[in-house]
């Protein structure tokens, strides 16, 4: 199929863009694209419509779908110690209904790539990561699955409570289980992450036990990192040192690695990040929201680091909207830094390469030859681009914005502003039952 007639953004290298574009995708793959008359063969016209890749969601929380709007005046370790007991009842259903309505929003959004960081195992319930995956296959969408980790309770100086903390070897052994669901070539569908915590839910033990098994076993590494004051007051209060020398010291200041947040850093600590490779899912809602602060963008792309967008749980950030993200990470960079901190096509690169880069994907996040055709694929006779003779400028500024369509492997999973393969009022009833379960 060739798609034409179109302002292709390629994201790639050459910061390449055709104002009178065409892709042409076989076998779910890109072809071709170029600009001018396309090829020979079957041809959708998409009248003028901006073309991206299909967005990357660095960081998120699918689950928390379930607790929408609570705790609305809490600071991140008061928030948390609202809901842990709230969460503490989730179930494999429970799962299944936030993630399909959760992966849905992020597909409404132009997101084909999403990251979800779930570490929260009450005793006895199983089947939690297999019921997101099995949600991201249902819907048409790639997943990267994180099976996260707490195994350090209030009553050993931690911040969740007990009965949701594990034992490590028992979590380290469940993690190399669900490895088989690991994908490792290109174009995969499903992958797996290892994913403890925090540092203030997740012992040092811990922390090198998971870097050990997930690079035996060829996998990335997350964690959340920080992310406010109080957790670098809790460092130096227990380790003796700051987040991003903690990480140092337990061999997570490398290039297999990101981390979520990293609001509170210095500028050495954003050279460090830089030096080593590590990358950074910059969540600027979800920082907003809980009044964590702005992490430094700027500074973490000028010395090198690989930065994508997160979203974050929808109970700190209740739009599950990447185009918004991107919005948002623009505009907070240049609350800090100035109006020339961050530009449009920087802002939706972050939405784009930067989140297939901290994700350790050359497949996705550009359109180029012999990538993955994950395409967003956005009206241009929207309100939000009338006026504007810049449309990329346009879809970063004007949003949030609903994709028209999106194609993921060249199959579609959003058509004429809707989801293909669910029905979308029945995804939010389902979930809206699933979260009476969880009222406080």
């Given at each position: 199929?060739?798609?034409?007639?179109?302002?292709?953004?390629a994201?790639?290298?050459a910061?390449t863009?055709?104002a009178?574009g065409?892709?042409?995708?076989a076998d779910?793959?890109i072809?071709?694209?170029?600009?001018?008359?396309?090829p020979?063969g079957?041809?959708?016209?998409?009248?003028g419509?901006?073309?991206?890749?299909?967005?990357?969601?660095?960081?998120?929380?699918?689950?928390?779908g379930?607790?929408?709007a609570?705790?609305?005046e809490?600071?991140?370790?008061?928030?948390?110690?609202m809901l842990?007991p709230?969460?503490a009842?989730i179930?494999?259903?429970?799962?299944?209904a936030?993630?399909?309505?959760?992966?849905?929003?992020?597909?409404l959004?132009?997101c084909g790539?999403?990251f979800?960081?779930?570490?929260?195992f009450?005793?006895?319930?199983?089947?939690?990561?297999?019921?997101?995956?099995?949600?991201?296959?249902?819907?048409?969408?790639r997943?990267?699955?994180a099976?996260?980790s707490m195994?350090?309770?209030?009553?050993?100086?931690g911040l969740?409570?007990?009965?949701?903390v594990?034992?490590?070897d028992?979590l380290?052994?469940?993690?190399?289980?669900l490895?088989?669901?690991?994908?490792?070539?290109?174009?995969?569908w499903t992958?797996?992450?290892?994913a403890?915590?925090?540092?203030?839910?997740?012992?040092?033990r811990?922390?090198?036990?998971?870097a050990?098994l997930?690079?035996?076993?060829?996998?990335r590494?997350?964690?959340?990192?920080?992310?406010?004051?109080?957790?670098?007051?809790y460092?130096?209060?227990?380790?003796?040192?700051?987040?991003v020398?903690y990480?140092?010291?337990v061999?997570?200041?490398?290039d297999?690695v990101?981390?979520a947040?990293?609001v509170?850093?210095s500028?050495?600590?954003?050279?460090?990040l830089?030096a080593?490779?590590?990358?950074?899912?910059?969540?600027?809602t979800?920082?907003?929201?809980l009044?964590?602060?702005?992490?430094?963008v700027?500074?973490?792309l000028?010395?090198g680091?690989?930065?994508?967008?997160?979203?974050d749980?929808?109970?700190?950030?209740e739009?599950?909207?990447l185009?918004?993200?991107?919005?948002?990470a623009?505009?907070?960079?240049?609350g800090?830094?100035?109006?020339?901190?961050?530009?449009?096509?920087?802002?939706?690169?972050?939405?784009?390469r930067?989140g297939?880069?901290?994700?350790?994907?050359?497949?996705?996040g550009s359109?180029?030859?012999?990538?993955?055709?994950?395409?967003?694929?956005?009206?241009?006779?929207a309100t939000g681009?009338a006026?504007a003779?810049?449309?990329?400028?346009?879809?970063v500024l004007?949003a949030?914005?609903r994709?028209?369509?999106?194609?993921?492997?060249?199959?579609?999973v959003?058509?004429?502003?809707?989801?293909?393969?669910?029905?979308?009022?029945?995804?939010?009833?389902?979930l809206?039952?699933?979260?009476?379960?969880f009222?406080a």
């Amino acid at each position: 199929m060739i798609y034409a007639n179109a302002y292709v953004v390629a994201m790639d290298d050459a910061g390449t863009e055709h104002a009178d574009g065409w892709i042409e995708v076989a076998d779910g793959r890109i072809a071709a694209l170029g600009a001018g008359s396309p090829p020979e063969g079957e041809r959708a016209d998409l009248g003028g419509a901006l073309v991206t890749p299909a967005l990357v969601n660095a960081h998120h929380h699918l689950y928390q779908g379930l607790t929408r709007a609570r705790a609305q005046e809490a600071d991140l370790f008061s928030w948390l110690r609202m809901l842990y007991p709230l969460w503490a009842r989730i179930d494999a259903e429970a799962e299944y209904a936030a993630a399909r309505a959760g992966l849905a929003e992020l597909a409404l959004s132009g997101c084909g790539t999403v990251f979800d960081h779930h570490y929260v195992f009450p005793r006895g319930a199983t089947g939690l990561v297999e019921a997101e995956v099995q949600a991201a296959r249902e819907l048409g969408v790639r997943i990267v699955a994180a099976r996260g980790s707490m195994d350090l309770g209030a009553s050993a100086g931690g911040l969740p409570p007990d009965e949701l903390v594990e034992d490590p070897d028992a979590l380290l052994a469940d993690t190399e289980a669900l490895a088989v669901l690991h994908e490792p070539e290109p174009g995969a569908w499903t992958q797996i992450a290892v994913a403890p915590c925090s540092p203030f839910s997740v012992s040092k033990r811990l922390m090198r036990g998971s870097a050990e098994l997930a690079r035996r076993l060829g996998l990335r590494l997350h964690t959340h990192l920080a992310e406010t004051v109080e957790e670098e007051e809790y460092c130096r209060g227990i380790f003796g040192c700051r987040p991003v020398e903690y990480l140092e010291q337990v061999g997570w200041l490398a290039d297999d690695v990101w981390c979520a947040h990293c609001v509170h850093l210095s500028a050495d600590d954003a050279a460090r990040l830089g030096a080593a490779g590590t990358g950074v899912a910059h969540c600027p809602t979800s920082n907003l929201r809980l009044g964590a602060g702005v992490a430094p963008v700027r500074a973490l792309l000028d010395a090198g680091a690989p930065i994508g967008l997160g979203v974050d749980g929808p109970a700190s950030n209740e739009r599950s909207d990447l185009s918004l993200e991107a919005r948002q990470a623009l505009l907070v960079a240049r609350g800090r830094g100035g109006p020339g901190a961050l530009t449009p096509r920087e802002a939706l690169r972050l939405a784009t390469r930067g989140g297939a880069r901290v994700l350790g994907r050359d497949d996705i996040g550009s359109l180029e030859p012999g990538r993955c055709a994950d395409l967003a694929i956005w009206r241009t006779d929207a309100t939000g681009f009338a006026g504007a003779d810049d449309p990329v400028a346009a879809l970063v500024l004007a949003a949030p914005h609903r994709v028209d369509r999106l194609l993921v492997g060249g199959e579609e999973v959003v058509r004429d502003g809707m989801l293909v393969r669910a029905d979308e009022r029945v995804l939010t009833d389902e979930l809206r039952t699933q979260a009476r379960r969880f009222a406080a």
